[in-house]
């Protein structure tokens, strides 16, 4: 059975790439999620997990926030970075 150099290379960046996207975790189930809660429903009711919209939320109200979402914040994703 021959492979050709292309179905090779696909097949490589499929085994190499499907571990990353497993590792993502549902919009809405982080911890920024779980320690926020309460935040994001009283200051963000109106935004959706999606595409970060809840976090920059939370980051343009951080002074409101609680001490737990603003350590999350502070933590995890883009606040690492900081």
Do not use: W
């Amino acid at each position: 059975m021959r492979i050709s150099i292309f179905t090779a290379a696909a097949l490589a960046i499929g085994l190499v790439a499907a571990p990353a996207y497993a590792q993502r975790p549902e919009p809405g189930t982080g911890p920024v999620a779980a320690a926020c809660q309460q935040d994001i429903e009283k200051l963000c009711a109106n935004t959706t997990h999606e595409r970060g919209a809840a976090r920059d939320c939370l980051e343009k109200n951080k002074a409101k926030v609680s001490a737990a979402c603003a350590h999350a914040l502070d933590t995890t994703g883009g606040g690492r970075r900081r």
